[in-house]
């Protein structure tokens, strides 16, 4: 079975701070993506990766950024903290070239900004 | 850009009665997805559409997808409670995949 692992299941930091999420996944998928989930409004793309160092901006990257140094390891990077980027994050990976394969999804990690 | 919409976005039904949950988006795409999620879970896939006229079931779940029209339907027949979660269709742009804002689907005995 795909693993997606999310760093931390919940997580409470303080506005202003750079915050890391991290994400890893175990079955060499070429594709990894940040969703944020809000309620009433479906998940959101953050950005997605489609291969080692390259990245795709998704419907709100606006305070994000990311890092894929490592195929298995696709990092979200909230570069100063806001209260309104409190929310579930979700990080999901998908086999590359393969449109028959659905995403495969974390637990989730959901961020409270104070 | 590539938009989605689910409806209805709440769906409360009496178990044993049968209901259609509408998904349209707004470009080109022959890649549909649903997904499942149940309460402080993550997402499972349940389908996956690849092009018109395709059709899948699981269980008491149907899809089906019409890519001339633009519409996937997620049809449950004689619903049972454990079919109550939120359920949520994506569609796939060139890996950019965009999701509808979710069904929250309750079944009542």
Excluded at chain 2, 50 to 62: C, H, I, P, T, W
Aim: proline fraction near 3%; include cysteine; glycine fraction near 8%.
């Amino acid at each position: 079975d795909v693993k997606v692992t999310q760093s931390s299941r919940y997580l409470v930091k303080r506005t202003g701070e750079k915050v890391f999420l991290e994400c890893v996944q175990d079955m060499d998928h070429e594709n990894m993506f940040w969703y944020r989930q809000d309620p009433g409004l479906g998940l959101r793309l953050i950005y997605f990766s489609y291969d080692v160092k390259m990245k795709e901006k998704g419907d709100i990257p606006e305070g994000y950024s990311v890092s894929r140094e490592k195929k298995e390891r696709f990092s979200l990077i909230l570069e100063s903290a806001s209260t309104n980027q409190t929310s579930m994050y979700l990080c999901a990976s998908g086999r590359g070239g393969l449109p028959n394969q659905p995403q495969h999804f974390g637990d989730g990690t959901r961020l409270s900004i104070l | 850009e590539l938009k989605v919409e689910q409806n209805p976005l709440f769906l409360s039904m009496q178990e044993g009665k049968n209901y259609t949950i509408y998904c349209n988006y707004s470009t080109t795409s022959d890649r549909l997805y649903w997904y499942r999620q149940d309460p402080g879970k993550s997402l499972e896939s349940l389908f996956v559409l690849l092009s018109n006229g395709a059709v899948k079931q699981e269980g008491r779940l149907m899809a089906s997808l019409d890519t001339k029209a633009r519409l996937s339907t997620l049809h449950i027949t004689a619903a049972v409670h454990d079919l109550s979660a939120t359920y949520f269709c994506a569609v796939d742009n060139n890996n950019d995949m965009r999701f509808g804002a979710g069904t929250r689907l309750t079944v009542k005995p």
